[in-house]
């Protein structure tokens, strides 16, 4: 009989489905902030262990600051331009989040062109070279040995745009697009120590971090070495990877030292900004959800409690003392709420192996294990939501007792 009058009490709820739509509620408010602060720690271990994976970090092209000495001395004998010393690249490198940092290397080799002979085109050039690990980009024939007679050479995008869109129409030039400009020819000649060596070079990329005409290094090094005319003194601009390029200590850094860099969106800086987006997002709408889910939960056992006032008197009659009707009520309440944690958490183990997944083939190494403030936030949530809900039952249950079972809050 008692089983029976405990099924009354909670028929109500189980016929209309509110406690369906609480246990749904939870478990997507549950499965919010626990991939949430998942992703976030992901991103974070991610970075924090930047310091070895080529491509996590950020490259800064940076110079000095052209200030108005430099240009007072324009037309001085003893001219030189800003350019950076021993002393100011070991002071880079003693940075902290600074991983490596390389000075461009400027051709010290003679050499003559022409990108057509027949269209009676030529260019006066220059070349510049860094490590490809600093570069953004490496294409396709981004690769020179001894005896080859190609050479492949990436220029700035910046080029190309300002002559598309700027010096084409003061001078009613037609426009190249970067296919056509791959295919044009560039005969380069190279003279030094009365020798010459003709090559022909081609245009195989374009880069949108480096203001410059880029050549592989290996080249430039072999070129330098046996056509140059000795190193370049002065190291006009250095390229610098670190960990977070928008780190504000960074920024203040370069500040400090007169220096500028050539702006691009630092990529680890917008990483750590789409984590903690995530992050606040996540959370605030898993906190709505599992907030809105114990309301439900608490105001469906109320009306479930209210409905079948008839059926708790006669089971307090009958010896139910007001905690054995609460422990009854409650896990009644448990089956709903462990069963919307358990699908939500093999949701989420799911998601984060597919985040985990996403990353790696990116080439962001990323733990497969769960972080454990994931773990202690989905620990707290449910038990907030069941310490917040054995409450309400304890209070409507002891009201209904000592009311004599007429007046049930």
Partial sequence: MSKQLLQKVYHPVKRNG???????GFGIGLL?????????????????????????YDVEI???????????????????????TQND????RDFKGVH?????????????????????????????????????TIPDGWFWNIGDTVVPVM???????????????????PQVSPEILREIPLHLTLLGYGDTLPLEARI?????????????????RWANRNYGRGPHKNISKIAVQLIDASDPAWLHFLEENKLETRNETPKNG?????????????SVMGIVFTALSILIFVLSLRLSIVQSKKELSLLIIIGYAPPILTKNLFRFLLRYALGSAIIACILFILLHLTLVWWMNKLGMSAASSVHYLSIVAGIFLLALALIVNYFSIRKSVFNCYYSGSDNIN
């Fill in 32 to 56: 919010f902030v626990l991939f949430a602060v998942q992703f976030y720690f992901d991103i974070q271990n991610t970075l924090r262990k930047a310091g070895g994976k080529k491509g996590l």
């Fill in 18 to 24: 509110t406690m369906l739509a609480a246990s749904a």
């Fill in 155 to 173: 220029m700035s995008r910046d080029f190309l745009d300002l002559y598309n869109f700027n010096v084409t129409i003061l001078y009613d030039l």
């Fill in 100 to 136: 490596a940092i390389v000075p461009f290397r400027l051709n010290t080799f003679n050499f003559s062109t022409d990108l057509n002979e027949k269209l009676n085109i030529y260019a006066d050039l220059f070349f510049e070279s860094v490590p490809d690990n600093f570069l953004d």
């Fill in 270 to 282: 917008i990483l750590k900004q789409m984590a903690t987006l995530v992050l606040s997002l996540g």
């Fill in 204 to 220: 195989v990329g374009f880069s949108q971090r480096v203001p410059s005409i880029i050549i592989p290094d290996n080249f430039m």
């Fill in 89 to 92: 690249i070991e002071t880079i």
């Fill in 62 to 84: 940076v110079y000095k600051k052209v200030e108005v000495a430099n240009s007072l001395n324009l037309f001085s004998k003893n001219f030189s331009a800003a350019g950076f």
